[in-house]
Each structure stands twice: as C-alpha cells, then as structure tokens.
C-alpha cells in the first residue's frame, strides 16, 4: 500500500517471528520481565526504549512471546502509563523542532511543509485516541502551547 504523505510504495520494516512462544534459549523469566519492565518504566523510559533495553541487555527478543503480555498492557497493570501516548509525545516534539527551526529560517518550505503533515498527523492521532478512549474529549492539540503537553 502507498505511503500516506509520499510518493513511495515501500513495504513495512521488520517482520515477525513466525512461533508465538518463546525461544529455548531464553532464560528470563516471564516475573523476571516485568520486574525488569516496571524498574526501567519508573527510570523514565518509554515503551519501546524499554524493549530496546530488553533485547540489547538482557536478550529477550520478544516481550509479547516470554510473558503473554504487551509492554503496555503490563504499564497499564502497574499504573505507569504516560498521559499521553509516545507516538504522540515524539510527534509533539518534532512540531516543536521544527517551530523553533522556523523561527530562525523563515522562508524554508521544505520545513513548513514538514510541520503541516507533522501537526495532520498529530491531529488524526488525537482524533483516534479520543475514539478509544485515551485521551479525554475535552483534550485539544494547541501549538502555541504543546511544551506544557511534554513535562
């Protein structure tokens, strides 16, 4: 399927393990994993700096496969679930990139294009989030005051 905001046609990024259950050699246990998750949660990662951390230091390749549980879904459990969802949270930040960028270099197109597809997809996200019920209906993007949505 095409790209929504290019003109590319690429195909997504990795792929799966084909087994759901966990590898043999994985001697993590799955209370190990989210000890292990709960730890780096209130040391201020993210969900996926958290899976990161998991597969590059403790060799688990797969959260979902050890403990039958997402990373968010044992967040959630736990109540370590940010207020706003990471995807948006980046997104946010790179809106805020790109003001200030915008700021100094007024006649870049290139980067006000950028912001204009960074804020549309921060708004379908917001949209979204709100049908699922993540994010309150009274929530509204702002960009004059999106560093407060960050702290």
Known sequence: MARKYSGKHGKS??????????????RVKPKE?????????????????IGLHLRDSYGVPSVRSISKK?????????????KLPEDMTSLIRRSITIRKHLE????DRTAKRG???T???IRRLERYYKSIGRLSQDWKYDPKTTSIYLE
Request: hydrophobic content about 35%; charged content about 30%.
């Open 119 to 121: 804020e549309s997809k």
């Open 13 to 26: 990024g990795s792929k799966k393990p084909v087994s759901k259950k966990a590898p043999s050699w994985v």
């Open 33 to 49: 994993v989210e000890l292990l998750i709960v730890k780096l949660a209130k040391e201020g990662k993210t969900s996926s700096q």
């Open 104 to 107: 100094q270099n007024r006649k």
């Open 70 to 82: 997402k990373v968010g879904q044992i967040l959630a459990e736990k109540n370590l679930v940010p």
């Open 115 to 117: 912001l204009e597809i």
